[in-house]
Nanobody
């Protein structure tokens, strides 16, 4: 059974930084992509940054140049470094992994609030 546990959310002022971390346990040898999504109140859950098994990454346009996704193969974590945060980045952030032959797995989410 694959499990994902996020950490690192919180309250930060505009222009500040946060680092989210997702610890992954279980067999993920057949993953096709993993990454971070976010969902603001009354909005759908959207991808923020995704890391593909081929090694490339995709970012949503609004976070390019500010957010960086990284993966540690030894520790089995996928992190999201968020810099120059803006109020519109406020959302619940979810870690997700897609594994071939399964519907994928979600973490429980971590709240990020950007406010002065």
């Amino acid at each position: 059974q694959v499990q994902l546990v996020e950490s690192g959310g919180g309250l930060v002022q505009p222009g500040g930084s946060l680092r989210l971390s997702c610890a992954i346990s279980g067999n993920i040898s057949s993953f096709s992509y993993m990454g971070w999504y976010r969902q603001a109140p009354e909005n759908q859950r959207d991808p923020v940054a995704v890391f593909f098994d081929a090694g490339h990454t995709n970012y949503r346009d609004s976070v390019k140049g500010r957010f960086t996704i990284s993966r540690d193969n030894i520790e089995n974590t996928v992190d999201l470094q968020m810099n120059d945060l803006k109020p519109e980045d406020t959302a619940v952030y979810f870690c997700y992994i897609n594994i071939i032959g399964t519907p994928g797995y979600w973490g429980q989410g971590t709240q990020v609030t950007v406010s002065s």
